[in-house]
Structure formats: structure tokens, C-alpha cells
């Protein structure tokens, strides 16, 4: 998890070496960190609206390898990630 943080979000990663600017409400003052959590969930909101219309149109086995089809895609774009654009 550090190399992670160093790579892609420095900000944090020199704030929590430090130690500084942390509580329980929001450990890490980050715009960036904050974009990338919100992707997740966005993304996360589409799907379920979209999966219904395709499970119904397609059925839920070609649905399901769709959607780990997809999935699969996307870890592998992830993986190879060399800035925050390519992970949001």
C-alpha cells in the first residue's frame, strides 16, 4: 500500500509519513484521493442501473460473463495504471 500511495496520490503518502492532518473524520485532505472514491461509486451506480435492461435483454449467464468480462478489462487497465486518469 505505500508504494501505491507514493506513486499515485505523494500528498497522502508524505502525510501519513508524517503523521500529520489526520482525525476520524477525514484522515487525508486529498482532492485527488476524494476523485478516485467517488469514481468507484459512480461507476458502481451506472452498472446497477444499467444490469437490470442487459439481464433482461441477454439473460443472467451472458450478463454475469459480460460483467466479469468487463471487470477483468478493467483490472488489467488498472494494473498497467502509471497515473490517477488511468485509475479514474
Given at each position: 500500500m505505500p508504494s501505491f500511495l507514493e506513486k499515485f496520490f505523494p500528498d497522502v503518502y508524505r502525510k501519513e509519513e508524517l503523521g500529520?492532518?489526520?482525525n476520524q473524520y477525514c484522515k487525508f485532505n486529498s482532492?485527488?484521493?476524494r476523485m478516485?472514491?467517488?469514481s468507484l461509486y459512480l461507476a458502481a451506480l451506472v452498472s446497477s442501473i444499467v444490469?437490470?435492461?442487459v439481464t433482461q435483454k441477454l439473460g443472467r449467464r451472458l450478463?454475469?460473463?459480460l460483467g466479469g468480462g468487463m471487470f477483468l478489462v478493467g483490472a488489467i487497465v488498472n494494473g498497467f495504471a502509471y497515473n490517477v486518469a488511468m485509475l479514474i
Open positions: 500529520i492532518g489526520t482532492q485527488m484521493l478516485f472514491t467517488s444490469a437490470s435492461t450478463s454475469m460473463l
